[in-house]
């Protein structure tokens, strides 16, 4: 059975006490839910975010990381270096790392193995840009992205792997994907790894929507049968927000 999951992607936002104000207030707020809630904080306030949330379900997780096990790489962090303060899953291939830090499916594909290798978890980034929606090509950007990062791991790999479909598109535009249009590329993400592994891996994998997810939105989005919850990015930074997203999870 695949777990509901709602994470909170806060990019570059947020200094320490900011972090610490927001977490307190998360943790007083969060709902009873079955949904996994996980926040994502910048790495310099990781540790901490790790303390505040000791007696809190809310779990944190890293935006980034290195795929090297140390070494000269001046402004990166590793592996070993998240788990050593009790961070035990990473964001990976998000699309402003792709954009911004050249970060392709060749160097993804070896972040993964890496934080796989350390028994980490991933969720997973990836979704097509507005000119391969517009040119009916989203399926095959989406499929080729998974197949160059994902599909050489070993089927028992995939337990430890979460995917968020982030249409490049939705990304803090407020233009949101249609439930619809959610439910069509999720599907197809399923249909996807069904033919490269099996129907029980595609079903048990979550499959996270993100792109401009809102409390107004959230409810119609996560009805859909293959969407299994959502990557969200500015909704995460104001706690009644975020709050009523999982609320409608
Ligand atoms: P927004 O929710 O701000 O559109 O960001 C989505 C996202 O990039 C989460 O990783």
Redesign the pocket.
């Known amino acids: 059975m695949r777990s509901k999951i709602v994470a909170g ?1 806060w990019k570059m936002n947020k200094n320490a006490a900011e972090t610490e104000a927001l977490l307190t207030e998360l943790a007083a707020k969060l709902p009873d839910t079955n949904a996994q809630v996980m926040v994502a904080p910048t790495f310099v306030n990781l540790a901490g975010a790790v303390r505040s949330l000791e007696s809190s379900v809310i779990q944190v997780i890293a935006q980034n990381m290195h795929f090297a096990e140390s070494g000269a790489y001046t402004g990166e962090i590793s592996a070993d270096m998240l788990l050593s303060i009790g961070v035990e899953t990473v964001i990976l291939g ?3 790392r792709r954009a911004y830090f050249k970060e392709d499916d060749e160097i993804l594909a070896q972040k993964v193995k890496a934080a796989l290798d350390k028994n980490m978890k991933v969720m997973f ?1 990836f979704g097509e840009e507005l000119e391969d929606r517009k040119s009916g090509n989203h399926f095959n950007v989406v499929e080729s992205q998974l197949k160059n990062a994902l599909f050489s791991l070993d089927a028992s790999a995939w337990s430890s792997i979460i995917l ?1 479909y ?1 249409p490049v598109w ?4 407020g233009e949101t994907a249609s439930p619809e249009q959610a439910q069509e590329m999720h599907a197809f993400i399923r249909k996807t790894i069904t033919e490269a592994y099996n129907a029980t891996i595609a079903g048990n994998v979550s499959i996270l929507y ?4 809102k409390p107004a939105n959230a409810k119609e989005i996560f009805g859909k049968p293959d969407v299994d919850g959502g ?5 995460s930074l104001k706690a009644d927000d975020f709050v009523a997203i999982i609320g409608a999870i």
């Not at 939705?170 to 535009?173: D, F, L």
């Open positions: 992607n998000h699309s402003e980034c968020a982030e939705a990304i803090g535009t993100g792109g401009s997810v990557l969200i990015g500015g909704a």
